[in-house]
């Protein structure tokens, strides 16, 4: 179905046009609200006058940390955390550097889908901690108390951003706060199991998480990763429909319900290969093609093509043709790492009053990104260089993510350049 040409304005809720403040120019969302240099506000460090500020830099400089850690606890088995290495490495990928990145995503959107304000400065700087102290627990002391304060933090956020959502009537924006409350249960129920206060495999409850981040990428990403692309290139040639996304959003998660409740294993492999077969046809639909000289949208498409590759991997896994894992990473490190980089640099930019665009370094963490994608995927698949597939992503992986911590401290710790 051709798109009309009307471009819905991506810093809307899904199936939701409602009142904000108007967007900048080339930004992902609205713009901050406009203070006085005298207001409370204006005194406040610019840090923690957006979430995406500590988040952003929190998560990417944990990521770029985490990988060497696990390879190291791997190879050498030197340093170990207070739970099994696979465990806290799989956990803390997405519980820890994934949902650090989307709450400050999440918080910042949701700001200017609603129009009313999200923690800033002190209750802010309370969920950071939060998220600092889940990290360090589950780490160095990992038991009961670790795993209570490392389930509190995404009930808060789900609690909050409901309650945001109801007082602006932004109902369509509810299946977001599903996603948050089904990716809570995973974390605590992984720490249930882990506790053995029920019986539960662990590593099932984190991989169930990864699919629940990968439903909110599908749930974003489908209406944004589009809309760039009309934006940026005018006149650009798309096809793209409503009802295949919606059937692509339901299949994938069936596939992944069905897979975390470990269906007959020809269910779990024909939803998984239909709805990634949907979102192939999807994301050509939206012409990737025509990005090919701007980096900051191709990252976009390239890491988004991942979760249809990632749900056929899925489904040839449990036809016993390939193994779990290479679905696994093309999910994790491909579209989620991916989609990450592409969105932490895109937003930080728009949202401190820069220019939206990517320079070298951006590429370069886009190249990188993709690189670790591709060599852990094949890691999987190619046993025998198993091990130099593996060192050769964790190093891009690391690199990519600490070149954006780098790169984006200043701007991150800045207050919003004016024009």
Known sequence: MNTPSHTPNPSQPIGLQVSAPAARPGTFFAGAP??????????RSAF????????????????????????????????????????????EMVFGFAVAIIIGFLFTAARNWTGLTLPDGVPLATLVTLWLAGRVGVFFFYGAPAAIVDSLL??????????????????????????????SIANIAFHAGMMQWI??????????????????????GGRIVPAFTASAIPGVRQRRSAWLNRAAIILAAAAFVSDASRAPPRLIASFSIVAGALGVVQALGWNPLATRSKSILWILHAAYAFIPIGLILLGVSW??????????????????????????????????????????????????????????????????????????????????????AITYAPILCRARATT
């Open 34 to 43: 406009s203070v006085s240099a005298a207001s409370p506000r204006a005194r």
């Open 48 to 91: 923690l006058r957006d979430a995406f500020r500590p988040f952003y830099l929190g998560g990417s400089l944990f990521a770029a940390l985490a990988i060497p850690l696990w390879l190291g606890m791997w190879y050498h088995q030197s340093f170990t955390p207070s739970l099994p290495a696979l465990y806290w490495h799989t956990h």
């Open 154 to 183: 995404l009930p808060i956020v789900a609690g909050v951003l409901a309650f945001k959502f109801i007082r602006a009537r932004s109902f369509a924006s509810f299946p977001l706060v599903g996603v948050l409350i089904a990716l």
């Open 199 to 220: 019986e539960l495999a662990p590593l099932g409850a984190i991989e169930f998480g990864l699919m629940m981040v990968v439903l909110i990428e599908m749930i974003i």
């Open 319 to 404: 036809l016993n043709f390939l193994p779990r894992s290479a679905a696994i990473h093309a999910l994790a490190v491909g579209s989620m790492g991916g989609l990450i980089m592409g969105m932490i640099t895109r937003t930080a930019l728009g949202h401190s009053g820069r220019p939206v665009r990517a320079g070298r370094a951006e590429t370069i963490c886009y190249a990188l990104v993709l690189l670790a994608a591709l060599l852990r995927v094949s890691a999987s698949l190619v046993p025998p260089a198993s091990m130099a597939f593996m060192l050769g992503a964790g190093t891009a992986w690391s690199a990519a993510f600490l070149l954006y």
